[in-house]
């Protein structure tokens, strides 16, 4: 009994895991001609999944598929002969009406009478238990028809039976589930498991990159053992992860329907399928099942040369801040990408000064070895005459997408050479630096030329004398990110001078938390307490704020606590500042403070009672649940009101993903000579000087000297104009997302997603010994446009859909200091203007023979300006410093 209940079970589960009467692939029967009918169709939409909202088109036919032969040993081993015909084309849309692009248009003039003739031509396929062992087809037949014929074959390959398992069959070695029923079978395919050869590439960084899914499903439904219908369905969606406006989606469907079964041709004897082929026609040859690459011909497209001509006026410097100057410049380096050296080398070498920068910018932005080869033939680093293009050149470098090996050894190259300008050459070593971590993000730590430019640094550091060439290497390393290089770190931080100290610091400042160690802590700490050394009030605070961000320790909030009240004034505000922002804002170190707090010798008012100007603050510029923009902001002045140090930082985070927008850190030292006051401890000798440094999309870039020593300093200010000096300026590649998908229907889909910023960033330090006031000026000017879009191409027809969004913003921070008294009075600003942001849709539907439909749409709104809200004693400062003078006062000479 027992027995027969186990075999009971055993048959269940047999008759539940496969279709009823066959245990492997479909099957058909001898002298039958089986008539179907075959649909394949696609949409294009932003996934809202309105048919009125989409583009597309149908291919429609009938199919004949007949059995030519069977192994004579094995009823599984089998060779069918494919059919199409009576091929129709027509719109997704049947609102379209008269406006659609195939109204009146019959199958030769869409397809071409040569394209027709071929997709009609049968193929043959060899069958082995279900699964595909060889597609035969004409050879010489265009590769999107042949597609076409690959995606409909496609459809025959099935299992019967339950089970998971690799295939290769249009969209390449995929792994596919299998879950059989009585009379139904339902393959799902892991697409992201797909190994086919496509080009693409994206951007490692969560917060600029995109997301994109994929699904793909056919249910057949089985009888005596072949197909009534089969449905199969297959869905790819993406979006931009920090605006999601920036979306889109592919739905491609195909429907296979037995509609007839009559007599047909009797079998073709033979013992092998390739010999059966060759009897049936010589013709045929055995062709890869998965789908192959085309490039559609471009009719009536301009040369790069005359698409230049075409734009540059756009690109003029006075249009930069413009949507329509960043608009042009993704549109051609999309051209650009198509070009070969010699292009672009014609087109730069005719270019004037003033707009050969923003050329520059473009061809570097391409990122393709032609691109490569064009600009390094084109640039002389041994000159001194172009050294703005050299820097616009590595800071596109710098920003790159998708840097490859090619470009890290061609900087490295160009390293060991010679230089007209010592500035580029340690552009060209910071760059190395960004090269490098953007490649081992990638996966590239390990490339021979990643090995080298490592070397380069650590050995730099570890055998340099030489103080600027220390602090080009350390630059280098503060965007390498290397953990071996941690130790270098800490030793020129301890012992090194202030801003050589400082900058190491500001290095360790950028590594995750996991490479803050206990052991990188100790010397934090140390250099925070001065256990062996004095130090500069910028590195001190700078390895406090270290030691607080990184998993600090009960003792060491607890030693930094007890430090404040006996410091210099305005350290010691400072540092206030900054763990009253670390509980305002619920750091992570919060937690640990406030259980320090807990204990009375920490917390006690004598203590946090310390009057000063400098100050701490983080706030939120956008706060929604998928994502935050935060803006932090903090000064540090000297005892005698002078700025040491204004730092203003943007980052934007998507889930636990963040991206250092930028930074903007302006440096003052030695400046107390000017109003006659005394320094404090420990910077009693230091030279006077004045900089900016940057961090821009987390690049680190060269700083820049607005002064250095006292003479410069008075030359400076007498013949000072006011004007800003720039950071850095210039058109950027931003995000670029780039992918070719082979749709199971034989059809070539391409999703692509750019957005480009012409950016400028300066700043400017103004003094009035005449007035005692100074003011320190940080400006952001951006113009972003983000252009998405999905195309699905066959090359007779293509239907596409393009989303894209544009602003231009401005970001200006001002810190005036009135030192003719004491306490002296200061007041930050930091304003937003208001920004235009548009956004646009179009979707198209076009033939081959340039008939095509077009619906655009476009809305648009002003975001305001406002003033960011930064603590209360600002607040209150400002009103006093910025004071209305009384009625009959003027400020005027007389």
Known sequence: MILLAVLFLCFISSYSASVKGHTTGLSLNNDRLYELTYSAEVFLDRGKGKLQDSVGYQLSSSVDVVLLWRNPHGDDDQLIQITIKDVRVESVNEQRGDKSIFKGKNPPEIFGKKNLEALQRPVLLHLVHGKIKEFYSYQNEPVAIQNLKRGLASLFQTQLSSGTANEVDISG?????????????????????????????????????????????????????????????????????????????????????????????????????????????????????????FQSECRRCPSLLEHWHSIRTHLQPANLSEAEAVRNFLAFVQHLRTAKKEEILQVLKTENKEVLPQLVDAVTSAQTPDSLEAILDFLDFKSDKSVILQERFLYACGFASHPNEELLRALISKFKGSFGSNDVRETVMIVIGALVRKLCQNEGCKLKAVVEAKKLILRGLEKTENKKDITMYLLALKNALLPEGIPLLLKYAEAGEGPISHLAVTALQRYDVPFITDEVKKTLNRIYHQNRKIHEKTVRTTAAAVILNNNPSYMEVKNI?????????????????????????????????????????????????????????????????????????????????????????????????????????????????????????????????????????????????????????????????????????????????????QLQSGLKANIEVQGGLAIDISGAMEFSLWYRESKTRVKNRVTMVVNGGITVDSSFVKAGLETSAETEAGLEFVSTVQFSQYPFLVCMQMDKDAAPFRQSETKYERLSTGRGYVSRRRKQHLVAGCEFPLHQENSEMCRVVFAPQPEGTSSGWF
């Open 173 to 293: 070695d995929c792994k596919v589930t299998y879950q059989a029923h009585q009379d139904k079978v339902i393959k799902t395919k892991a697409l992201d498991s797909c190994k086919i050869a496509r080009s693409g590439f994206t951007i490692p960084n969560q917060v600029l990159g995109v997301s994109s899914k994929a699904s793909f499903a056919t249910t057949y439904k089985i009888e005596d053992s072949f197909v009534v219908a089969v449905l199969a369905e297959e869905t790819h969606s993406f979006g931009l992860n920090f605006l999601q406006t920036i979306s889109g989606k592919i739905v491609s469907k195909q429907k296979l329907e037995l509609k007839t079964t009559e007599a047909g041709p009797r079998l073709v004897s033979g013992k092998q399928a390739a010999a059966v082929v060759k009897a049936v026609d010589s013709k045929y040859v055995a062709l890869p099942i998965v789908g192959q690459i």
């Open 561 to 741: 606590l007890l430090s404040i009240g006996e410091l210099p004034k305005e350290m010691n505000k400072y540092m206030l500042a900054l763990v009253q922002d670390i509980l305002r804002f619920e750091m992570p170190a919060s937690k640990m403070v406030r259980r320090v707090l807990k204990e009375m010798v920490a917390h006690n008012y004598d203590r946090f009672s310390g009057t000063g100007s400098s100050s701490a603050y983080t706030g939120y510029i956008q706060r929604k649940p998928h994502l935050a923009s935060t803006y932090s902001l903090d000064i540090l002045y000297s005892g005698s009101g002078i700025l040491r140090r204004s730092n203003l930082n943007i980052f934007q985070y998507i889930g636990k993903a963040g991206l250092h927008g930028s930074q903007v850190v302006i440096e003052a030292q030695g400046l107390e000579a000017l109003i006659a006051a005394t320094p404090d401890e420990g910077e009693e000798n230091l030279d006077s000087y004045a900089g900016m440094s940057a961090i821009l999309f987390d690049v680190q870039l060269r700083p820049v000297t607005f002064f250095n020593g006292y003479s410069d300093l008075m030359s400076k200010m007498l013949s000072a104009s006011g004007d800003p000096v720039s950071v850095v300026k210039g058109l950027v590649l931003l995000i670029d997302h780039s992918q070719e998908l």
